[in-house]
């Protein structure tokens, strides 16, 4: 099956500074990738929609130049938390739609999930 | 936008016995309609999905049924394992050009042995 990578796994910082989240997909192209924040027990909310080669959308709400979204290539999309704040501390998870994975006629794309990121802001 | 509800927030069956878990979705275009299962600290895996035009979907043990008209959809877990403890996200695909999946608040299920 398809497979997503996120790197790092778990990373620790300091409030003030500026995390950067990556998200591969090892063995597809993604033109889209997505990117979800899950607090403990909660459901995955979606922030922003990457797209390559042009700007990501954003969830209302998501704001835009705190959370920098860059997707560089069919293959990978970064999240970067700017001067991060201890609210900005959850599980980020990446997503990734498979091109040659198309489900029927609905138009949709199967999506396969990074392992997620572990962010915590002290 | 597209609103998805979630219903059981936590169940817990004995081993052996089914588990059902209830999602409505709010957008009459979206056609779309995965079941993701997640374990502590893990990442969603897709259990099961089903599309708009059909109406029931059976992998093994897992089903899934769609009302259209209700706009509702529904997990069947039958013959439950203890392995089967996790949290269970459904989700809709927003509108009908959409590509982006809004996810239930999803459902803690234990299985006790």
């Known amino acids: 099956g398809a497979v997503v990578s996120q790197h790092p796994s778990r990373v620790i910082c300091k409030s003030g500074t500026s995390v950067k989240i990556e998200c591969r997909s090892l063995d597809f192209q993604a033109t889209t990738m997505f990117w979800y924040r899950q607090f403990p027990k909660k459901s995955l909310m979606l922030m922003a929609t990457s797209n390559e080669g042009s700007k990501a959308t954003y969830e209302q709400g998501v704001e835009k130049d705190k959370f920098l979204i860059n997707h560089a290539s069919l293959t990978l999309s970064t999240l970067t938390v700017t001067s991060a704040h201890p609210e900005d501390s959850s599980f980020y998870i990446c997503s990734a739609r498979d091109l040659d994975r198309v489900i029927g006629t609905s138009g949709s794309y199967e999506q396969f999930f990074g392992p997620g990121t572990r962010l915590t802001v002290l | 936008g597209e609103n998805v509800e979630q219903h059981p927030s936590t169940l817990s069956v004995q081993e052996g016995d089914s588990a059902v878990i209830k999602c409505t979705y709010s957008d009459s275009a979206s056609n779309y309609f995965p079941w993701y299962k997640q374990e502590l600290g893990k990442r969603p895996q897709l259990i099961i999905d089903?599309?708009?035009?059909?109406g029931e979907k059976k992998d093994q043990r897992i089903a899934v049924t769609l009302n259209k008209t209700a706009k509702h959809f529904s997990l069947h877990i039958t013959e439950t394992q203890p392995e089967d403890s996790a949290v269970y996200f459904c989700a809709a695909k927003s509108g009908e050009y959409g590509n982006k999946l809004v996810f239930g608040a999803g459902t803690i299920l234990r299985v006790k042995s």
């Open positions: 089903i599309r708009s035009n059909v």
